[in-house]
C-alpha cells in the first residue's frame, strides 16, 4: 500500500488516467468498452496483469514484488478518434507510457460485447512493497568513546638474533605497512588502542618466502618477533 491507502493497481490506474486526461485535453473515464452512443472520447480499462522479472533479496531487506499492468484504451465514439490521435502523439513523443498496437483481436470484442474500434494497450510497471522492519529501540544512551593511537616499535630477527631487512611489516585490515631496516627494526604508526578492552595487536610479516603472523602487546616498548623458517 501507498502512503495514500491505495494499492498498487489503484495507483497505476489513477496516474495513467491523469497523464491520459492531460493529454487528451479531456476527461478519461475508466470503465470497460461499451457500445457506440452511449459516451463519446476514450475509455480506459484495466486488462490484465502481467509478470515481470524481479530481483533477488539481499539480506534482512525484500525487494518489492514486480509486475505489469495492462490497459485498453479505446474509443467510445467517433469524437474519440481525434482525443486517440493526441493521445498516440504524446505516448510517442514524451516516452511517458509504452504503446502496444495490438487491440484489434475480435475475440476481444465479442468478450466485452461491443463492436470493434481503434484501440490502444498501454503497459504500465507496478509494484508491492514490502515494509522495511522496523528498528530495534535504543534503551540506553549512546556512549561515544573515541580510541587512542599508538606507535608500535620493534625488530624482526632470525633464529640466531640476527636481524632481518627489507621483511614488510603490516597492520592487517589497514593501509599501515612499513618495512624492516638493516637493523630489522620497523616502526608502524596509527595503532588503534582501545584501554577498555586491551588485547594483543596482530601483524603480518612478508618476505624471504614466508608470510606470518604474530600476536603482540603493544604495551611493549621493543617489540621482538622472530621470524623461522617452517620445519619438514
Known sequence: MTTDGRGPIETATAELAAWLTSAAGAPVPVGPPRAYGDADGLTLWPLELRPA????SSGAVREPYRFTVRYLLCVAGPAGLAVLDRVLTAATSDGSYPVVLEAGAAPLWSAFGAAPRPALLIDVPAQ??????????VLQPLRL???SMRTLTGR?????NQ????????????ASATRTGPDGRFLI???PHDPEHPGPV???LRGRGLVLTADVDAGEDDIVIVCAPPTH
Do not use: N
Not at 156 to 160: A, C, I, Q, R, S
Open 53 to 56: 522479472r524481479q530481483t533477488r
Open 128 to 137: 508491492v512493497d514490502h515494509p522495511t522492519p522496523a528498528a530495534p529501540p
Open 145 to 147: 568513546r573515541q580510541l
Open 156 to 160: 624482526v630477527v632470525g633464529p640466531e
Open 163 to 174: 636481524p632481518l631487512a627489507a621483511m614488510r611489516v603490516e597492520l592487517p585490515g589497514t
Open 189 to 191: 604508526v596509527g595503532v
Open 202 to 204: 596482530r601483524l603480518r
